[in-house]
């Protein structure tokens, strides 16, 4: 009986863990209309099919789980990811008829907040990461793009900056 308690929480601590990792509040969604800007302009190459747009929610949007983790320490042996330092921009595509999420993450440092600073002087736009596609050229592997199945938990399209 103990085993079996200790394998419970064991579980419930990871789950816990994989999603608290990633802050809350450095995630935005793009609206519909706005979800064909937001690819076109971090995609190097954009998903393949991409016929329509919806809007997730933000419990829809996946936490960095396992899988990622470790497709990313495989991709690019080396890095690190500390999930605290990143922000993201999240929005629903359709693809051959399926709901998918592209998600764009990128380093939420201080070359990011003082293009923030800027976009909001300029426009006056307090939400403007929400609807102004964040995109750094190069940057390294710290910039990269996902597409999510939540159908499948699975990623199912995947690109870096820096790699052609």
């Given amino acids: ?26 995630t935005e969604i793009f609206g519909a209309g706005e979800a064909s800007k937001l690819i076109a302009a971090v995609a190097y190459r954009p998903p393949d099919g991409i016929t329509g747009y919806w809007v997730p929610s933000s419990k829809e949007i996946p936490a960095p789980d396992a899988w990622l983790k470790s497709f990313l320490h495989h991709s690019m042996p080396g890095s690190t990811w500390d999930w605290a330092k990143y922000g993201r921009q999240a929005a629903g595509i359709i693809i051959g008829g399926k709901k998918l999420i592209f998600i764009s993450y990128f380093i939420y440092d201080s070359a990011f907040e003082a293009a923030e600073a800027k976009r909001r002087l300029e426009k006056t736009d307090f939400e ?36 052609a």
């Fill in 128 to 163: 403007s990461w929400g609807t102004t596609p964040y995109h750094v050229f190069d940057g390294g592997d710290g910039y990269f793009r996902v597409v999510y199945d939540p159908t499948k938990g699975d990623y199912v399209w995947r690109e870096f900056n820096g790699s």
């Fill in 1 to 26: 009986m103990k085993t079996l308690l200790f394998f419970v929480l064991l579980t419930f601590s990871s789950v816990l863990l994989a999603n608290s990792d990633f802050p809350d509040n450095r």
